[in-house]
């Protein structure tokens, strides 16, 4: 697809195994990129890359006191450059305060905060090589109330203000900072939480009502805009946080 502005970038999404990141590694691809997914499980990873000839994949446990670093190592050593950073990988965990425990905030925010943290530092020089961006991914409840849920919310918080920071403290650099803030979305997110399937069709059904759109959204629906924001056309767009979430916000 050589008229594509994204045709040859190096892009890297993680959590492209499963849902969001898997749809993303594929438009990533379809429009041209040069694709590293990355996430845990080497079989699920292998699923999305036999989708496209433009995705290669990296087993990789992020909270790894030295995947970051290996991660971006990989996709510029891999192709001399990198252009994009999609930090997509995360994980939600229902915790009410009473049941408050150290070890899944602490695992909690070492995957959705830290680890798209020491991502973007390592990325850091390759971006400012080429003026690349990082798109990371919000949720809903990165700017509204979670209850029963308040350690995702803050961590999701933390993401966007990690966003408008980084936008302002790169914009120098030419290198643009956005997220994407998706409503509820089919994705394993729900089962990987470790919901019963009952309760996590009847998690569905409520979010569905909730929607003025009528329904939940796809991983394809929020993967373009990611895509979007990523591209090199989307010159003066930075520190933004876009939702997509079937009009969810305004209610
Ligand atoms: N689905 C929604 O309704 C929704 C709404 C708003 C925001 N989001 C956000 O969207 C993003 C993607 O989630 P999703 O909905 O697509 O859920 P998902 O299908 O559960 O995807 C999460 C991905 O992250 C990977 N991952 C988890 N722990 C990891 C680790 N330690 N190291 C590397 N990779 C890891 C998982 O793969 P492995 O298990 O193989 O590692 C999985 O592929 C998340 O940040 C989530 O918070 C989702």
């Known amino acids: 697809m050589p008229d594509s502005r994204l045709h040859d970038r190096v ?24 694709v590293l997914g990355v996430g845990r499980r080497p079989d699920a990873l292998q699923q999305t890359a036999d989708q496209h000839p433009g995705i290669a994949v990296l087993a990789a446990d992020l909270t790894a006191a030295d995947a970051p670093q290996a991660v971006i190592d990989a996709a510029a050593g891999r192709w001399g450059r990198l252009d994009v950073l999609v930090n997509n990988a995360g994980v939600t965990a229902v915790m009410p305060l009473a049941d408050t425990d150290a070890t899944r905030v602490n695992d909690l925010l070492a995957l959705n905060v830290t680890a798209p943290s020491l991502l ?34 803050a961590s999701k918080a933390a993401i966007e203000q990690l966003t408008r920071s980084w936008a302002l403290e790169l ?52 993967a373009a805009w990611l895509v979007h924001l990523a591209d090199p056309a989307a010159t003066w767009i930075t520190g933004q946080i876009l939702t997509v979430d079937g009009g969810l916000e305004l209610t």
């Open 11 to 34: 892009v890297i999404v993680t959590g492209a195994g499963s849902g969001i990141g898997r749809a993303a590694a594929l438009a990533f691809a379809r429009a041209g990129a040069h």
């Open 120 to 153: 973007a530092q390592a990325a850091l020089p390759y971006l400012r090589a080429h003026r690349g961006t990082i798109v990371n991914v919000s949720s809903t409840y990165g700017h509204r109330p979670l209850p029963g849920a308040a350690h995702y919310a």
């Open 171 to 222: 914009a120098a650099d030419g290198i643009r900072v956005n997220a994407v803030a998706p409503g509820p979305t089919a994705s394993e997110a729900l089962t990987a939480a470790g919901l019963s399937e009952a309760v996590v069709q009847q998690i569905e059904q409520d979010e569905a009502a909730r929607i003025p759109l009528g329904r939940r959204g796809t991983p394809e629906e929020v």
